[in-house]
């Protein structure tokens, strides 16, 4: 990955939390917990991944940065939304957490030094190392993914 590369990616991953806020704000409680089907995310459940999943990319990358041999502790996020209480959350609260903990992540992605961005960590469920290239890379689409459920689920509520 290049350094205008980099610089793409976290100029993404930076604006993504104020994307997430703008798209959720004053949103009612009704559309906040409306489900598609039983099996899908609610907003609410989505904002509870992401403020949870921004711990894990930070705990993965600081992994991948500082550990001899790491390996990756797979999730299964469905579960993590199933019976982590995302739907007693307050969504303000939700929000903030997710942005606190990406703009910690960008601070310490700032600060990379030559070579850091080829380091690796094995992913078990990949069966392969995965880089810190390649997890900046899922970091910085990641929101975005989820502003587009989020802005269907909206329409769809209404």
Do not use: C
């Not at 992994?63 to 993590?80: G, N």
């Amino acid at each position: 990955m290049t350094e205008a590369e980099l610089k793409k990616h976290l100029d993404a991953a930076e604006i993504s939390p104020r994307k997430i806020a703008a798209a959720v704000s004053g949103l009612s409680d009704k559309a906040l917990r409306y489900k598609p089907a039983p099996n899908r995310w609610s907003i609410l459940e989505i904002l509870g991944h992401l403020a949870d999943i921004e711990i894990v990319y930070g705990y993965r990358m600081r992994q991948i940065l500082a550990d001899k041999k790491p390996v990756i502790a797979p999730i299964d996020q469905d579960d993590w939304a199933r019976n982590l209480g995302y739907m007693e959350a307050a969504p303000a609260e939700l929000v903030a957490v997710y942005g606190l903990n990406r703009h910690n992540n960008l601070r310490l992605l700032r600060r990379l030094r030559p070579g850091d961005l080829d380091k690796s960590a094995f992913h078990p469920e990949r069966n392969r190392n995965v880089t810190l290239a390649e997890l900046v890379e899922m970091m910085a689409g990641h929101g975005t993914n989820h502003l587009e459920q989020i802005e269907r689920l909206t329409k769809e509520a209404s």
